[in-house]
């Protein structure tokens, strides 16, 4: 196995430190388990605990993925290492509201438990599309994004974070605010470092004095 690499499409490969939360914008629902796959994979072999929360289909894809990587999905399961959601009530608040302060608190969550069982670390890797369908607004999601950014890479949190949004779905201003809200982000075939990446702490900059000069521009008309 290539100890260096952590996320690999079409024969490219990255090296994903901790504290990364990484954006997939697909078009086809079977283009999340190939990645996902390998990206756990690397996890599952360095002793890290991982989750993996979509649609019975997607899961169960993800577990022939897993297995023609050679590993034991079953023992994975049996040993606590390895997790899997085919239910989103858990990630909403009261089981059927989306909270981007709840999803995360629940990603930090798993973390300390992760690591109270000695695991070195967590992956989680979720479709945001299957989870947020009917329950979340654009705003909310882009609340989600840049909170994990805030908490996880300015922390150097022991979690890589791969989210998965349908590009069908999302509104073009939708995709663009998302891409600004991850360094890394994997688009068709490619993996690609976002050259117009903001930190949380510059995004939120930016929104604030976006709504500045939309004040004063009613102030002055």
Known sequence: MEVGMDLSVEGKSERIPPGSHICQLYRKVSEIPGVTARLLRVGLTASEKCLFAAAPAQVQELREELASLNIDVNAALASGQL?????????????????????????????????????????????????????????????????????????N????????????????????????????????KYIKRNPYYLNSEQYMLKVLRMSRDKDQGRASS
């Open 83 to 155: 997790v899997l959601h085919e239910e989103r009530e858990s990630f909403l608040a009261n089981g059927s509201r989306f909270d981007p302060y709840f999803l995360l608190s629940s990603h930090q969550t798993f973390i300390a438990q992760a690591l109270r069982e000695g695991w070195k670390a967590v992956r989680i890797s979720i479709d945001m599309s299957w989870l947020t369908s009917d329950a979340a607004t654009p705003e909310q999601i882009l609340k989600y994004e840049a909170a994990s950014d805030a908490v996880f890479t300015f922390q």
């Open 157 to 188: 949190a022991p979690i890589i974070a791969l989210m998965h949004y349908d590009h069908n779905k999302l509104m073009p201003g939708l995709v663009a605010e998302l891409l600004k809200l991850h360094p890394i982000s994997v688009v068709g």
